[in-house]
Each structure stands twice: as C-alpha cells, then as structure tokens.
C-alpha cells in the first residue's frame, strides 16, 4: 500500500514551536507536499520537498529523510491563524498525490 | 493571475440522481485532478486528466466519471449519487503531472 500516517490532533500555544510528523512507505517515492486547510475551506500549499533536508520559508520548515520515510513540518512562533489541518501528500511513481488524513492543529492564547 | 475555480459552490440532490461539478484550472496548468473529501477523512483522489486525457483514476466507481475540454477545464460527473457521495469536491491544477498542485475552493454536494 501506499499509506501516509501524520498525528489526528496536536495542541500548542501562542508563540510557541510545533513540529508535525509524517511517515510514508518509500517505495516508488517521488516528491512529498505540506498544505494547510482552514475549515470550510479548500488546501493552500506550503511546502514540496524531493531531496533530503530541510526547506525553511518563513515561520514554516519542511524536513525529510528518504531512506527512513520520514518527513515533519516545523512551525514557528505560533499564531492564532495557524490553527487549521496540516495535510501531508506523498507523491508515488504513477504521479498520484496520496494524501494523509491530516493533523488537525489548535493553537491556544 | 487568477486561480482554480469550481461551480457550484453547493449542490443538493437526492439519491438516484445524476450531479455536474465543474473546474476551471489555472492559465497555463493543463493537469486537473479531483479529489472527495468526506466529513472526518481525508483527500481521497478520484480522477487525474492531462492533455485532455485520463491518466489515473483512484478507487472509485464507475459511476464517478469525467472530462478535460480542449480549453483544460474539467467536468466531474457522479451518476446514482447514493448517501455517502456527500462530501466536499476538491478540483487541483499543475502544469503537468509533476509540478504542484494548487486547489479551488471546492463544491459541497449533499445527497438526500
């Protein structure tokens, strides 16, 4: 199979960092994205990784690691805003996107 | 530079019948793709076209069926809408099958 396993739910506060996690099966492995979905509303993308590492943009980094199928999104200096799902997409050889079922986020004052 | 655009934004039907979704994707992108997203799961992929094509398809029934026009804008039909079909229509565009993906706001079905 082709499975995407992140956390249903994480909490944090203002301010603060917090990292979510993404595992996925590395056969045929061809690209991994983060989006954000606020509710009621469609994904926005926030970050593509291919090749091991850390990405940064912003107050949001992207890392990965091939070979162990391992991927997280760090967000920093949380604000209220960022409070929304986190999706983890992985794409495979065929170039269908397989997304997780997302990290829902609560960020508190 | 405008985005992807779905219509309509809700659609309510009753069980047997047939529903249209539409998209429209970026200028530029010619890959579409749709995806349900039913209350509580996550994105499940349904259809990928290309150049007018179908190049993948997720675990969906054949009743789920679709189009690409010339001009890259897609169609999402569902036949014999059951209960269960109720959920958010997400439609993505890329450049081609590689690049990312970017979202339209999505049409809410409701099957009664």
């Known amino acids: 199979g082709q499975n995407i396993d992140q956390p249903t739910e994480m909490t944090a506060t203002e301010g603060a960092i917090v990292q979510i996690n993404c595992t996925y099966q590395t056969s045929g492995f061809n690209g991994l994205f983060w989006y954000q979905q606020h509710a009621a509303e469609a994904p926005t993308f926030l970050s593509y990784n291919v090749l091991d590492g850390l990405e940064e943009k912003g107050r949001f980094s992207s890392f990965l690691s091939r070979s162990k199928g391992y991927s997280y999104l760090l967000l920093k200096e949380l604000q209220m805003k960022d409070s929304a799902s986190y999706l983890c997409a992985v794409r495979f050889n065929t170039d269908k996107l397989i997304f997780g079922t997302g990290t829902r986020l609560q960020v508190f004052p | 530079e405008a985005g992807v655009t779905q219509s309509p934004t809700h659609l309510i039907k009753t069980r047997g019948q047939q529903a249209t979704l539409r998209c429209s994707p970026i200028s530029g992108h010619t890959s579409v793709y749709w995806y349900q997203q039913a209350l509580g799961l996550g994105l499940q992929f349904l259809l990928w076209?290309?150049?007018?094509?179908?190049?993948n398809r997720g675990n969906f029934p054949p009743r789920f069926s679709g189009r690409q026009f010339p001009n890259y804008s897609s169609e999402l039909n569902v036949n014999a809408l059951e209960l269960e079909d109720s959920a958010l229509y997400l439609c993505?565009?890329?450049?081609?099958?590689?690049?990312?993906?970017?979202f339209g706001p999505g049409t809410r079905l409701l099957v009664l």
């Open positions: 076209y290309d150049e007018g094509e179908e190049r």
């Open positions: 993505a565009s890329s450049r081609d099958g590689q690049e990312t993906q970017y």
